[in-house]
């Protein structure tokens, strides 16, 4: 944020100065709470208030053994991100309690590079990494509600509006996707592994459709997928 850019919507005041932090790879705004910004450096995640920065927040130290890479926020549980790094992992955190993050999650050869909660239905997660490769995850116990529970949510009204056969649709979590292979009971788990691309897959998407999402590698490939009926 550069002094006099009319992109910049805080004063001087408040830009944010880190002089004691280098190596700055990403970060992202708090979605439930207005003016808290995390970012990671090197090994470390740390949280900003835009209304104080004179001073960092919490800091989760060596959060991973190697470079953070990408953090996002649970759309659906303030204070809950999760981070990846070049140790081949990823791993979920409530700021709060920072000491040691609440699940570690693997799944990949090489560093992951990216991941990102649906915004819809917060259990699920992808990830993505130069082994190439794009997981799709059911995280129920890092989620904000059992599985099957959350992705039934919301569906009241499209049963309503589609009349015969609505119960059905319903039942299959809408647009055709079952529900019955994401119950509460079979947990955490890798619902499927994407293996098309060639090359390191640096970022992932969501669409506004829940279902929805694209990846995108090196060698300037585009791939968009759907989450699997089953």
């Given amino acids: 944020m550069s002094k006099g850019s009319s992109d910049v919507l805080l004063d001087e005041k408040s830009c944010l100065k880190t002089p004691e932090i280098s190596g700055l790879t990403t970060g992202c705004f708090d979605p439930h709470k207005d003016m808290t910004f995390v970012a990671a450096s090197h090994k470390d995640i740390t949280c900003w208030d835009f209304r104080n920065t004179k001073k960092a ?7 991973h053994q190697g470079r953070v890479l990408d953090i996002d926020f649970n759309p659906n549980r303030p204070y809950h991100i999760v981070s990846a790094g070049t140790d081949m992992v990823a791993q979920f955190w409530d700021v709060r309690k920072a000491s040691q993050p609440l699940k570690c999650l693997g799944g990949h050869t090489h560093w992951v590079c990216a991941a990102r909660f649906n915004r819809f239905h917060d259990q699920l ?3 993505s990494g130069t082994d190439t490769n794009v997981n799709l995850w059911s995280m129920v116990s890092v989620s904000s509600a059992p599985v099957g529970e959350h992705l039934l949510d919301g569906y009241d009204d499209e049963e309503e509006e589609e009349g015969e056969g609505g119960d059905e649709e319903a039942k ?6 079952t529900i019955e292979s994401m119950s509460e009971k079979e947990g955490d788990k ?6 098309s691309h060639r090359d390191s897959v640096y970022s992932i998407a969501w669409s506004s459709d829940a279902w929805v999402f694209a990846s995108l ?3 300037g490939t585009v791939i968009v997928n759907t989450v699997p009926q089953s």
Wanted: glycine share 16%; aromatic share 8%; charged share 30%.
């Fill in 57 to 63: 927040g919490i800091t989760v130290k060596n959060a």
């Fill in 125 to 127: 997660l992808l990830t």
């Fill in 172 to 177: 299959r979590g809408g647009k055709g996707k």
């Fill in 190 to 195: 890798l619902i499927k592994r994407y293996e």
């Fill in 217 to 219: 590698s090196y060698d």
